[in-house]
């Protein structure tokens, strides 16, 4: 595995010895790889279980497990399987605990407290520049801008065009002229909310005509049912949904062929190892008469993968939505 300079010196984390680290990285930098690195570099000498991860959500965990090959879960399940005695750090392990700019303050003190009581060394991951954390946050970036040079990844990979990763960077870094690139490339749309939500739904259109994997997004709930409804009339009308289905909270409708999204965790809806989490896509494949839906994980192009697991009738009507 060859690793950029930024991706290299996230190794050299491995040898600081500092109970707790720090790893910027901006969306699309190159993350995983240097993350990847680091595993390796930690493993060569402390062996191969000595690492684990944790991130705010269920979905971010498990992405992060399933990325690096190690043990992974939600910082909430950790805090409550700790206090109750079942699950606890062990010296030398390091702790990958990602989207630190998504926890909360308290949460991380109170795993950072128990990492040093462990002997184990705890490394947050995030970007200050994105989202903060729904409970008080603020902490991992208060913690970034007094640690003098933590390691930075400064080179968003994720683009293809050089004029698009220099725009990235620069609206990360809240220098609002880059619009005026994207307006020069067509990125930008203007008008009103009608005609934005057509222009939304007619590029989403293409694109699945165009055999993509594509989604909308929307900012407000009113607008996704909305952009829902209007996709699975012409889905019916093209043969590729049912008609009929069971009723969703919000007042949509899910039937055979439809894909949605499951909006909470619920760890005794499970098949083998994994589990229903928010946010997980599936398509569903049978209707039950009680109002349960039988649906599948997502695999490449949006066709459904992998095994059925029915989904409540409860569940379906208050967690479920069209996605």
């Known amino acids: 595995m060859r690793l950029a300079e930024d991706q290299a010196a996230v190794t050299r984390i491995a040898r600081s010895g500092r109970g707790l680290d720090l790893l910027v990285?901006?969306?699309?930098?190159?993350?995983?790889?240097?993350?990847?690195?680091?595993?390796?570099?930690?493993?060569?000498?402390?062996?191969?279980?000595?690492?684990i991860g944790l991130a705010p959500s269920a979905a971010a965990a498990e992405v992060l497990g399933e990325s690096l090959g190690v043990r992974a879960e939600n910082t909430a399940k950790f805090l409550y399987e700790h206090e109750r005695g079942?699950?606890?750090?062990?010296?030398?392990?390091?702790?990958?605990?990602?989207e630190a700019s998504l926890a909360g303050t308290l949460t991380l003190d109170r795993i950072a407290e128990h990492a040093r009581q462990?002997?184990?060394?705890?490394?947050?991951?995030?970007?200050?520049?994105?989202?903060s954390s729904v409970e008080t946050g603020g902490a991992f970036g208060m913690l970034v801008r007094h640690r003098a040079a933590p390691p930075t990844l400064t080179d968003a990979r994720r683009f293809v065009h050089e004029w698009e990763k220099t725009a990235?960077?620069?609206?990360?870094?809240?220098?609002?002229?880059?619009?005026?690139?994207y307006e020069n490339h067509g990125r930008l749309t203007d008008?009103?909310?009608?005609?934005?939500?057509?222009?939304?739904?007619?590029?989403?259109?293409?694109?699945?005509?165009?055999?993509?994997a594509t989604l909308m997004i929307a900012g407000n709930a009113e607008m996704v049912a909305e952009l829902n409804t209007r996709a699975r009339k012409d889905l019916i009308i093209a043969g590729h949904v049912e008609r009929d289905g069971t009723g969703l909270h919000d007042g949509t409708t899910a039937g055979v062929g439809d894909l949605v999204?499951?909006?909470?965790?619920?760890?005794?809806?499970?098949?083998?190892?994994?589990?229903?989490?928010?946010?997980?896509?599936?398509?569903?494949?049978?209707?039950?008469?009680?109002?349960?839906l039988a649906v599948r994980r997502l695999g490449p192009g949006d066709h459904p993968a992998?095994?059925?697991?029915?989904?409540?009738?409860?569940?379906?009507?208050?967690?479920?939505?069209?996605?």
């Open 261 to 292: 999204v499951t909006r909470r965790n619920d760890r005794q809806l499970s098949l083998g190892r994994s589990w229903v989490k928010n946010g997980d896509r599936r398509a569903v494949t049978r209707r039950l008469e009680n109002g349960a």
């Open 86 to 98: 079942r699950w606890d750090f062990q010296p030398g392990q390091l702790i990958l605990l990602d």
């Open 306 to 323: 992998g095994a059925e697991l029915i989904l409540p009738a409860e569940y379906v009507a208050e967690d479920v939505e069209l996605g």
């Open 168 to 181: 990235s960077l620069g609206l990360r870094r809240g220098k609002t002229a880059v619009l005026e690139d």
């Open 118 to 131: 462990a002997g184990a060394k705890l490394v947050l991951v995030g970007d200050p520049a994105q989202l």
């Open 191 to 212: 008008g009103s909310i009608e005609r934005m939500l057509d222009a939304a739904y007619n590029a989403w259109q293409h694109d699945r005509d165009e055999g993509l």
């Open 25 to 51: 990285g901006p969306a699309g930098a190159g993350k995983t790889t240097a993350l990847r690195g680091l595993h390796r570099a930690w493993t060569a000498r402390h062996g191969q279980d000595s690492v």
